[in-house]
C-alpha cells in the first residue's frame, strides 16, 4: 500500500470515527434526558393516582360519617379510582396483594414487573412488552391495615423509536459526510505529496542506471532536503560506482560460495540428526558414532567458513598443512556421506593401498574437495549406480580420484566446470540445490595446493577428475 493511500485511509478513518462518536454521544446523551423526563412525569403521575385513591377514601369517609370503611368498600373506592384512568392509552395501572394480582381481575402478571414486586418501598424499571417498551414504576400503597404494591407501566415506545429514527438518520447523514471528506481528503493527500511522487520517479530513474537524472530541489520543507540529500547519494554513487560494482560482486561471490560449502556439512548433520529423531531403537554405538559425525561436521562447518571467507575474499591463502592418512580421510568421508548415497540408492566403492598414505595436505579443504566431487557424481548418477573413490600412491605424489558413471560431459565444455555458477544442465543442478560451485571451488582448493584439477569425461560414458598432492611422511 502506498503511503498516500495509508494517509488517505487513516484520515478518513480518523474523521468518521470523531463523526460517529460525536453524533452517538450527543444521540445517547439527548436518548438519557429524553428518558429522565419520562421518569419524572411517570413519577409526577404515579405519585397523583396515590394521592387520589387516599383523598378519595378520606373523602368516601366523610360522605359516610364512617371512621373507617371495610375491606370490600375500601377495595371498591381504589377500583373505582384506577378504573377512571382507563381513558389514558398510554398508562396502565395494576394493584397486587404480594405477588397476586387484585386490579385488573384475571390479568397476569405484566412484563418486567415480577422482579420489581420484591424491591422495598419504590422501583422502577425500563421492560420491553412486545412491540411495546414501557416504563414501570412500583410502590408500597398502605390501605388500612394492609399494604399492596401499586404498579404504573408508561409507554415509552415513542421516546425509543425517536432515538432509533435518529440513529438511522445519522448513520445516512453520517455516510454521505465521510463521500465528501474522502474526496475532499482525497484531493488534498494527492496535491500535498505530489513532491514526494516526483521524488520518488527520479529515485526509480537513478535505481534503473539513470545517474545523471537529478531531484528538482523547490524550498526549504523536509521533501527538499530529502531531495538535496538524494542528489548528494546519486553524486556520490556515480563518482564510485566502479568500487561499488567490484564490491558487490566479490560480496556475490562470497556469499554463493559460503552458501555451498554451509550445506554440504549441514547435510550431513541433518541427515544423522534426522536418523536419531526417527529412528526408536538406536544402539550406543550408533548413537555415539552419529553424534560424533554431527559434532565433527559442524566443527568443520566452524573451520571451513573462515578459510573459505579467506580464500575467496583474498584470491589466495596460505594454508596450513599437515600429514592425513588416506584411509581415515576415506573413512571418515564414507560415513559423512552414507545418509546421502543411501537416500539417492547410489554405492560408493573406494579402493586404498594396502599400506597407509600420507598426503600433506589441509585436512579441511582436502575433505571438502573430496565431499563436492562426490556429491557433483551424486547429481550426474541415476539409482542404483556406483561412484568410484581411488586413491593411488607414487614416489612424491597421491592421486586421488572420483569416477562416476553419469551421464558424461561434452568435451568442449570441460574447460569451463571450473567457472563460479557455471552450470551444465541448469535445471538438475537447481533441483539438487546447487549453484554451480561445487567444482569452482573443488578448483581453487585444489590451486591453494600448488596442483590443479584434471577432468576426463565424455557424453554416456561418465566422468573422472583427479588431484594429485604431495605425499608426506607419518611423522610430517
Request: proline share 2%.
Amino acid at each position: 500500500m502506498k503511503l498516500w493511500q495509508k494517509i488517505f485511509l487513516l484520515a478518513l478513518a480518523l474523521v468518521i470515527i470523531v463523526v460517529n462518536v460525536t453524533s452517538l454521544a450527543l444521540l445517547t446523551s439527548n436518548h438519557r434526558l429524553a428518558i429522565e423526563r419520562e421518569q419524572q412525569n411517570a413519577l409526577a403521575r404515579h405519585s397523583y393516582l396515590i394521592t387520589e385513591i387516599q383523598n378519595t377514601l378520606i373523602y368516601t369517609q366523610l360522605v359516610e360519617r364512617i371512621i373507617s370503611l371495610s375491606d370490600e368498600a375500601t377495595m371498591a373506592v381504589v377500583v373505582e379510582v384506577l378504573e377512571r384512568q382507563g381513558s389514558d392509552e398510554a398508562l396502565e395501572v395494576a394493584l397486587f396483594d404480594g405477588e397476586t394480582v387484585v386490579y385488573p381481575a384475571g390479568r397476569g402478571t405484566p412484563a418486567g414487573s415480577a422482579a420489581l414486586l420484591g424491591e422495598a418501598d419504590y422501583a422502577s424499571s425500563i421492560a420491553e412488552d412486545g412491540e411495546q417498551t414501557r416504563l414501570l414504576l412500583v410502590s408500597t400503597l398502605t390501605l388500612g391495615e394492609r399494604s399492596f404494591r401499586l404498579l404504573s407501566s408508561f409507554d415509552v415506545s415513542s421516546t425509543y423509536d425517536l432515538f432509533r429514527a435518529d440513529f438511522s438518520q445519522v448513520r445516512f447523514v453520517g455516510t454521505i459526510s465521510a463521500l465528501i471528506v474522502a474526496g475532499l481528503l482525497l484531493l488534498l493527500v494527492r496535491g500535498l505529496l505530489l513532491p514526494l511522487r516526483n521524488l520518488s520517479g527520479t529515485t526509480h530513474r537513478i535505481a534503473s542506471g539513470d545517474l545523471d537524472k537529478r531531484a528538482t530541489v523547490q524550498g526549504h520543507d523536509e521533501l527538499s532536503e530529502v531531495a538535496r540529500d538524494l542528489n548528494t547519494m546519486a553524486d556520490s554513487i556515480e563518482h564510485n560506482i566502479t568500487e561499488l560494482e567490484q564490491l558487490a560482486e566479490s560480496r556475490r561471490m562470497f556469499i554463493g560460495n559460503l552458501a555451498h560449502e554451509m550445506r554440504t556439512p549441514l547435510t550431513s548433520i541433518l541427515g544423522f540428526a534426522d536418523i536419531l529423531r526417527v529412528k526408536r531403537d538406536v544402539s550406543d554405538d550408533d548413537r555415539i558414532e552419529y553424534a560424533n559425525v554431527i559434532v565433527s561436521e559442524t566443527k568443520r562447518l566452524q573451520g571451513l567458513s573462515g578459510k573459505l571467507m579467506e580464500l575467496i575474499t583474498v584470491g589466495s591463502m596460505q594454508i596450513s598443512t599437515e600429514a592425513v592418512e588416506a584411509h581415515a580421510l576415506v573413512t571418515e568421508l564414507a560415513t559423512t556421506l552414507q545418509p546421502i548415497l543411501k537416500n539417492q540408492g547410489i554405492d560408493l566403492v573406494y579402493t586404498l593401498p594396502a599400506e597407509d598414505v600420507w598426503m600433506a595436505v589441509d585436512h579441511e579443504l582436502l575433505k571438502s574437495l573430496i565431499f563436492n566431487l562426490v556429491d557433483n557424481s551424486i547429481k550426474a548418477s541415476g539409482p542404483r549406480s556406483t561412484i568410484r573413490l581411488r586413491i593411488d600412491a607414487q614416489a612424491d605424489t597421491v592421486t586421488v580420484t572420483v569416477a562416476d558413471e553419469g551421464v558424461g560431459i561434452p568435451k568442449e565444455q570441460i574447460p569451463l566446470l571450473t567457472e563460479p555458477f557455471y552450470m551444465l544442465d541448469k535445471a538438475r543442478t537447481r533441483k539438487h540445490g546447487g549453484a554451480g560451485l561445487g567444482l569452482a571451488l573443488c578448483s581453487e582448493i585444489a590451486r591453494a595446493h600448488g596442483t590443479e584439477l584434471r577432468i576426463d569425461s565424455a557424453p554416456g560414458e561418465g566422468t573422472r577428475v583427479s588431484i594429485a598432492l604431495q605425499a608426506a611422511s607419518a611423522h610430517a
